[in-house]
């Protein structure tokens, strides 16, 4: 166990519907990553969020964003959603307090997003 | 930018058999380097990292990987393999100098399907 969580484990949605995925870092994590896993990307990366900023983007589509709560959890709400979108959604967290030395991203057990 | 490449999608190998994962990447920067696993609907797990020092790194479960600067390659490798690490596997990079914040860049993973 990661100590990273996110729900829901599954999600089944239609074409052009809205959905949110949860993430929940480790405790104290201030870092939050996410990445989208699908069988022709491959594994990617889509933006990062640091204390409730954005502190990079990746290959994020428009109609994806991204927000961390004062809490330090964080959403990934995708949009207008298509049949490509289906895939594998990871967060990812990490202790960025020692920054003299890099600490290793701790990953989640995704959320299996289909879009039918 | 970096990317990775993983030279082989499927590697199948008989129990108690050495295995390699072969592993390239490319960066006009210098990188931090990662393997992770994937266990069957799970999420990621480090297996090992490198970020300075010895070039031969020892992680989790009896895997070993050596870095390679002037190959650019970080291969994978166990003296002998069981039926429990049938899983995929990723390599991972990261500019050590907190480029991108830490963002992961994956390669496309191996396949490694351990037989009795």
């Known amino acids: 166990d990661s100590g990273v969580t996110q729900t829901p484990k599954h999600l089944i949605t239609a074409t052009g519907q809205r959905v949110t995925l949860r993430c929940s870092p480790r405790?104290?994590?201030?870092?939050v990553y996410w990445y989208q896993q699908s069988l022709d990307q491959g594994l990617q990366f889509l933006i990062q969020?640091?204390?409730?900023?954005?502190?990079a983007k990746g290959n994020i589509l428009e109609r994806f964003s991204a927000q961390q709560f004062p809490d330090l959890h964080s959403e990934l709400n995708l949009s207008s959603l298509e049949l490509g979108d289906s895939a594998l959604y990871f967060c990812?967290?990490?202790?960025?307090?020692?920054?003299?030395?890099?600490?290793?991203?701790?990953f989640g057990p995704g959320t299996r997003l289909t879009v039918l | 930018a970096q990317s990775v490449t993983q030279l082989d999608s499927q590697v199948p190998v008989f129990e108690e058999a050495p295995v390699e994962l072969r592993c390239n990447y490319s960066?006009?920067?210098?990188?931090?380097l990662f393997w992770y696993v994937q266990y069957p609907n799970q999420g990621l797990q480090l297996l090992l990292k490198?970020?300075?020092?010895?070039?031969l790194v020892k992680g989790i479960n009896g895997f070993e990987a050596e870095f390679n600067k002037s190959q650019t390659s970080f291969h994978l490798r166990k003296p002998s393999v069981h039926i429990s690490d049938t899983a995929e596997y990723f390599c991972?990079?990261?500019?050590?100098?907190?480029?991108?914040?830490?963002?992961?860049?994956f390669g496309k993973g191996t396949l490694l399907t351990v037989n009795p």
């Open positions: 990812a967290s990490r202790d960025t307090s020692l920054e003299t030395w890099y600490n290793e991203q701790f």
């Open positions: 405790s104290g994590d201030l870092s």
């Open positions: 969020y640091y204390n409730g900023e954005e502190r």
């Open positions: 960066s006009s920067v210098s990188v931090y």
């Open positions: 490198y970020l300075s020092g010895s070039t």
């Open positions: 991972a990079v990261t500019p050590d100098s907190g480029g991108s914040n830490y963002k992961l860049t």
